[in-house]
């Protein structure tokens, strides 16, 4: 399955039985130079809307929302040592965290790519 | 963005790519392509030209005497040596209200037969209203509003200047000259808002692109916005007016009693004699309760500003805050300045309530990075 993306400009990937998400290369782009991350602890059960993330650029902080509501099963540690990854490879390497969620179909209430880059601009 | 300004750089800056933001009433370069992270050691490493022609430049010419009489009137208005300065230098300045507090901090020089005054960009229209209040008698109070102002800092800012300029590499620190360039007359001191040495230029705006182009042009020169410059000015430990000092806080308690000569001082030539004097010198005398201290956040996490710092890992009442907070590119690491009461030292450890967690942060000595001006 491809990439859907929030309002927020996060995206989500479905691998396996898990939803991974990030932040998109128009939002590492308007942030700037990221300096800090702190990601949520695993295992914790979080509804969609919840500050599950945090994420500072040279700028400012902004918070990273859980797109659904599930389970945080994994983070990614490296981007807590290397918050710089966010700029380098918003869509790879510097994904934030994975979800387990019961139901898969709850991704179609998001846009796909097209929509995404219409939303943009 | 209808009633903000534009420098004469405005074109320049859109040109070279940079993302423009509205500051102090103009619409200025926040960043270039380059980012503010890399702008910032490119800074550290080569030669960062920044627009800095949003601040304000002032002439005082004293009506008959020649700079005696400048500096002393003008030393009504600021707790500052300003009879003292030797002809060619510059000395930083800060103008005080009755209560004590800080309107605004400035650089001046000695001309000769007269003074020059850099203000700060959001501070300059109230500033030049305060000094035509308060000088007119003994001085003429010129605003400047046909030049532009340039920053040239950094390691390579000696040798970019020098091959445009020939006589600038003899300068030191705080040293300034006026010399042509194109048939136009530059204002010129060595100093600046990095840390780093290099230059402030003043250009007629008749030729200013053209001489920012020519500095473009010098090997290592690149364009830096105004997020370098803050994470730069924080690194060095600097003062920004309007949040780590302004009307509510004495110089004392800014930490800049270095700021105030011995001849302004209890016992000197000129003791008092400026607005707030019985409450600085008073500070002075007796300590102030609180003071400007840096920490350095010990985690990862930046510190921003307003962020409320308590003696203890959990309860208590606020003992401080944050006025300046940020990530510092060469220190690797996050960085704040805070008022804190005044019997804590270097070393000691509080605690800043970060979105609802106390994080610890050790206070320690400014500048956070190492200055290297040329003396």
Redesign the interface.
């Known amino acids: 399955m491809t990439m859907k993306y929030t309002e927020d400009h996060e995206w989500l990937r479905v691998d396996g039985d898990v939803v991974v998400v990030g932040i998109t290369e128009h939002a590492a782009e308007q942030l700037g130079d990221v300096v800090f991350v702190e990601l949520p602890e695993v295992e914790t059960m979080v509804a969609k809307g919840d500050d599950c993330a945090v994420i500072e650029s040279v700028k400012a902080a902004s918070d990273i929302l859980a797109p659904l509501d599930g389970e945080i099963v994994a983070v990614n540690e490296k981007l807590v040592d290397s918050p710089g990854l966010v700029n380098e490879d918003p869509l790879g390497a510097a994904w934030f965290f994975k979800m387990k969620i019961d139901d898969l179909s709850v991704l179609d209430q998001y846009m796909d790519e097209d929509a995404y880059k219409d939303l943009i601009g | 963005m209808a009633d903000l300004k534009r420098t004469v750089f405005y074109d320049l800056h859109v040109e070279l790519g940079a993302k423009i933001v509205p500051f102090a009433g103009y619409e200025m370069p926040v960043?270039y392509p380059m980012?503010?992270?890399?702008e910032h050691l490119h800074t550290r490493s080569d030669a960062g030209l920044f627009d800095v022609s949003h601040m304000g430049q002032v002439i005082l010419k004293p009506k008959s005497g020649g700079y005696e009489a400048a500096a002393l009137a003008f030393e009504r208005l600021m707790p500052v040596d300003v009879l003292g300065l030797p002809q060619g230098r510059q000395r930083y300045g800060l103008f005080t209200n009755d209560a004590g507090g800080i309107l605004d901090d400035l650089m001046f020089a000695n001309r000769g037969d007269h003074l020059f005054v850099v203000v700060n960009a959001a501070c300059k229209d109230q500033d030049i209203a305060h000094m035509r209040a308060h000088l007119s008698d003994a001085c003429e109070v010129i605003a400047i509003t046909d030049r532009a102002l340039l920053a040239l800092q950094g390691p390579k800012a000696e040798a970019a200047l020098e091959a445009l300029v020939p006589g600038v590499a003899a300068m030191k620190f705080m040293d300034v000259a006026i010399l042509p360039w194109s048939g136009v007359d530059l204002w010129i001191s060595r100093s600046g808002y990095t840390g780093e040495d290099g230059y402030e230029i003043s250009v007629p705006e008749s030729q200013a692109v053209a001489f920012a182009r020519a500095l473009l042009a010098e090997p290592g020169v690149a364009p830096i916005g105004l997020?370098a410059r803050d994470?730069l000015r924080l690194e060095a430990g600097m003062c920004l007016y309007g949040h780590d000092i302004d009307t509510t806080t004495t110089p004392v308690e800014g930490n800049l009693t270095w700021a105030i000569q011995k001849a302004r001082k209890a016992g000197g030539a000129r003791e008092g004699g400026f607005p707030g004097a019985a409450r600085i010198l008073r500070e002075l005398a007796e300590g102030p309760s609180r003071r400007r201290v840096g920490l350095r956040p010990e985690g990862?996490?930046?510190m921003?500003e307003g962020t409320v710092v308590y003696a203890g890992p959990e309860g208590g009442e606020p003992i401080g805050a944050i006025t300046s907070g940020?990530?510092g590119?060469s220190i690797e690491g996050?960085m704040a300045m805070a008022y804190l009461p005044a019997n804590l030292k270097d070393g000691d450890t509080v605690y800043a309530d970060v979105?609802g967690k106390r994080l610890a942060a050790t206070l320690a000595p400014m500048p956070f990075h190492p200055t290297s001006y040329k003396r």
């Open positions: 960043q980012g503010v992270l890399k997020g994470s990862r996490a930046p921003r940020g990530f590119p996050p979105r």
